[in-house]
C-alpha cells in the first residue's frame, strides 16, 4: 500500500495548541505522517550585530525548542502518529504554501489570533493559504478542542457559482470518517450573515468552502475574518489530494 500523503501543521510561535490537537486528530484518522512545521524570519540586526549577537542563531534554537514542545504533545495525544520535524527560515505563509504542494493537508491557525505586529511583518497566513494552497487547508481557532458530539460537516455554496466536485468530495470524505452529516447550505444574498453564523455555531464540526474563482465577491474574506467556534477547510479547485484521502 502506498505511503498517503502527510499532514502539514504550520506552528506559529504563539504555540496555538488548536492547531497541534486538529492536525495530530487528522493525521491519525489518515493514517498519516504529521509534519510540524515551523518557519522564523530574522529582523534587521544592526543593534546585535554591532554587539556580536548571533539573531539567526538565536531564532533558529526557539523554533527547534518550540518544535521539540510540539512532537511531545503529539507522542501524548496520539503515539502512533508519526511525526518530522521542518524548521525553515522564510515567511509562514510562504513556506505553508510550498507545503501544500506535498501534503494532503495543511493546517494553520487564523489571522486574528496573531498579534497585529506579527501579521504586518510575516504576512497574513490563513488568508494567503485560502487563495493559494495547492491542497485544501484547514484554520483552526487557537483555543480548539473536539467536543464529544463532533459535529456535522457544513458546505458553504453561493447559487451563482455551483460548488466544485472537490469541495463535496473534501466534505463527504470528512463526514465518513467522522460518522456525521453533511449540509449543504446557500448563502444567498445574506452572505456575510450566513457565514458570521456557521462559523459561531458550536453545532458545525466543520465548514467546508470551496475557493472562489471569483476572488473579488468571494465570501472568503468574510469567513477568515469573523470569529469562529470551528475549524474551517478551504478547498482549492478538483484538488488532486482530495481524491487520495
Request: with cysteine; hydrophobic share 40%.
Amino acid at each position: 500500500m502506498p505511503t498517503p500523503p502527510p499532514v502539514s501543521a504550520g506552528i506559529g510561535p504563539d504555540e496555538a495548541p488548536g492547531v497541534l490537537r486538529y492536525a495530530t486528530m487528522e493525521a491519525a484518522r489518515r493514517g498519516a505522517t504529521l509534519r510540524l512545521v515551523h518557519a522564523y524570519t530574522v529582523p534587521p540586526a544592526t543593534v546585535g550585530a554591532m554587539y556580536g549577537y548571533d539573531f539567526p542563531a538565536s531564532f533558529r534554537e526557539a523554533g527547534q525548542q518550540l518544535l521539540d514542545r510540539s512532537a511531545a504533545i503529539v507522542s501524548h495525544l496520539e503515539p502512533e502518529v508519526r511525526v518530522e520535524q521542518v524548521l525553515v527560515r522564510g515567511t509562514p505563509a510562504r513556506t505553508m504554501e510550498d507545503e501544500s504542494r506535498l501534503a494532503q493537508l495543511v493546517v494553520v491557525g487564523g489571522d486574528t489570533d496573531k498579534p497585529l505586529l506579527m501579521r504586518l511583518y510575516e504576512g497574513r497566513t490563513a488568508s494567503h493559504l485560502a487563495r493559494n494552497a495547492h491542497c485544501p487547508a484547514v484554520i483552526v481557532p487557537a483555543d480548539w478542542s473536539a467536543t464529544p458530539v463532533g459535529g456535522d460537516v457544513l458546505v458553504l455554496v453561493d447559487h451563482h457559482q455551483p460548488p466544485d466536485e472537490a469541495t463535496i468530495d473534501f466534505a463527504a470524505a470528512h463526514a465518513r470518517r467522522l460518522r456525521c452529516e453533511v449540509i449543504v447550505v446557500d448563502i444567498g444574498p445574506r452572505a456575510r450573515q450566513v457565514v458570521h453564523d456557521a462559523a459561531a455555531t458550536d453545532e458545525s464540526g466543520l465548514v467546508v468552502v470551496g475557493r472562489d474563482s471569483h476572488p473579488g465577491r468571494s465570501h472568503l474574506a468574510h469567513l477568515l475574518d469573523a470569529p469562529t467556534s470551528c475549524p474551517i477547510a478551504v478547498v482549492p479547485p478538483s484538488a488532486p489530494s482530495v481524491r487520495r484521502t
